[in-house]
């Protein structure tokens, strides 16, 4: 089991900045891949940025350029730089960690980040 806690969601007005946070503890030694996914009202979970343990970035194609994911492995955490955001970029931001010993995906509890205009 992985337990990930999520921090630094928020209301930003458009063009600024935000950091999101998540700590991942449990079975952490199993963990392949940590990432950011979010769901606006209305609409399918999608693909914000992803990484690998051996450092392999994946973001999604309305975030390229803009958000930058890192991870903390001392930590065990994964963060999400998010510049100059935009209204669309309003959402719940879901942390993520994908394991491989026992395939399995698990999920933090969410985290608001609203832009305004």
């Known amino acids: 089991q992985v337990q990930l806690v999520e921090s630094g969601g928020g209301l930003v007005q458009a063009g600024g900045t935000l950091r999101l946070s998540c700590a991942a503890s449990?079975?952490?030694?199993?963990?392949?891949?940590m990432g950011w996914y979010r769901q606006a009202p209305g609409k399918q979970r999608e693909l914000v940025a992803t990484?690998?343990?051996?450092?392999?970035?994946n973001y999604g194609d309305s975030v390229k350029g803009r958000f930058t994911i890192s991870r903390d492995n001392a930590k065990n955490t994964v963060y999400l730089q998010m510049n100059s955001l935009k209204p669309q970029d309003t959402a719940v931001y879901y942390c993520?960690?994908?394991?491989?010993?026992?395939?399995?995906?698990?999920w933090g509890q969410g985290t608001q980040v609203t832009v305004s205009s």
């Open positions: 449990g079975s952490i030694f199993s963990i392949r891949v």
């Open positions: 993520n960690a994908h394991t491989i010993v026992v395939p399995s995906d698990y």
């Open positions: 990484m690998a343990n051996g450092g392999s970035t």
